[in-house]
């Protein structure tokens, strides 16, 4: 079963995604209005809440993310984003530095590497996290906080509302 | 793969394996994969081991029981995964403040006449409809809004009566037990209508106990009853009436021996399978910008609650817009 740890990590780590991909699904899914389609917030409510679930499929290598073997002195801890398209989208970006920015902050490890792999391009982008976007992922934490607190924010209809698993409840 | 509902009219026993369960009856072995099922409906004598339970727990799946008169007699409604504590809070803050109460109940009565309004236009009978939505505005206790309602449907039942063939005549409605023919469909409509509700509700956040229109002691998922207002006459009663206009049911449908008060076997088969049919029947949502089926528009209303007691969007009751 994941530890409550690992889960506030991924919830954060969802809320930054959203963050930069539409406010009101921020709100919906801290709130914790999840649809029942697949859909990103469902496949981390699976995460979970089944522990038969294949965590590597989810891209990141959470099981390593606190697994004590990684924290011996000397290895690198490596997490690993896998992405299909080489767009590289804010929203993940952002994801993947909290998750780096956690490891270091919370964790103690400061031997990390974050990387971005696109297995059809066969193509790895490295991530670093800097003092400067440490900076701006503190802000992001504090605006996604308040976003909470507040009123639910309105829907604005945008390209991706189509794919979003909130389509249906936003515009009905 | 979209999961279905499963309609089960035998007796017989559930039972499972591995991740299949199976419907075994005097005729046989029926297989339901069980990331096919959406909810099961079943009017027979069913028996249940705890295994199945477990599964169907666990891949939240509800069951509705009926007993053999296609009376409702109650759900097993999994344990839930989709939980807020904020919505609930809301939920029933718009039941304790009298005025937001007022609000939705007089909203699920707006909706309800709207669509029996509907109904009747279909059919080119004049009505009153208008005059009792005027009504409404005026209400301002529940009971005033639930005789609103009951006086429209009264007329809506008139109405209706002139259009149907003289053994399908509604006359007074009767409920347990329904005294002919029409009532036994509209009662039989309403507890499947009801389960349905019930099914998607579950897969929302809503809690089906706290509602509105109806007090919440009245049934245990008192919120379906409210929602299944909106829906009664364009999901149900537009199915009886086709059903009986195209002469697809006839009083060999019905119980002899019962007064032609209860369907028999053959005509609850026929009832379900237009029943199914028509919730998966999908209209174009202009909004949404997508087609939805019957099935969806029920779902979409309880979305549009959660954004009315979340305080986004007003609620606005659904009305058929076709
Ligand atoms: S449908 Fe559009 S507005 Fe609604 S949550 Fe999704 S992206 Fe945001």
Known sequence: MI??????????GTQINYYFVCKTKLWLFSHHIQMEQESDAVELGKLIHDDTYKREEKGLILDDLISADFMRKGKVLEVH??????????AHLFQL???LYYLKNEKGIEKIRGFIDYPKLRKRK???LTHDIEKRLEKILQDIDSIIKGDVPQPQRKKICRNCAYLEFCWS | MTRKN??????GLLKR??????????DGKRPLPI????????YGALSISSQVVNLLSKEGIPIHFFNRYGFYTGSFYPRETLLSGDLLIKQVEHFIDNEKRLKLASDFVKGAISNMKRVLSYYNLDNNMDALLENLNSCDKITEIMNVEGRARADYYRLLDKILPKDFRIGQRTRRPPKNMTNALISFGNSLLYSTIISEIYNTQLNPTISYLHEPFERRYSLALDISELFKPIIIDRLILYLIKKNMIDKTDFEKDLNYSLLNENGKRKF?????????????????????SYKRLIRLECYKLIKHVLGKEQYKPFISWW
């Open chain 1, 81 to 90: 984003e896998v992405k299909k398209s080489n767009k590289m989208e804010e």
């Open chain 2, 35 to 42: 990331h096919a099922i959406y909810s099961i409906y079943t």
């Open chain 1, 3 to 12: 530890s409550e740890a690992e889960k506030k990590l991924l919830v954060r």
């Open chain 2, 6 to 11: 499963y309609y089960i009219l035998t007796n």
């Open chain 2, 272 to 292: 379900i399978a237009e029943y199914d049919k028509r919730l998966k029947k999908t209209i174009k949502h202009r909004k949404i910008g997508r087609k939805v």
């Open chain 1, 126 to 128: 490295e991530i670093r």
């Open chain 2, 17 to 26: 394996k591995e991740n299949t369960l199976y419907f075994i009856n005097k």
């Open chain 1, 97 to 99: 530095l909290y998750y």
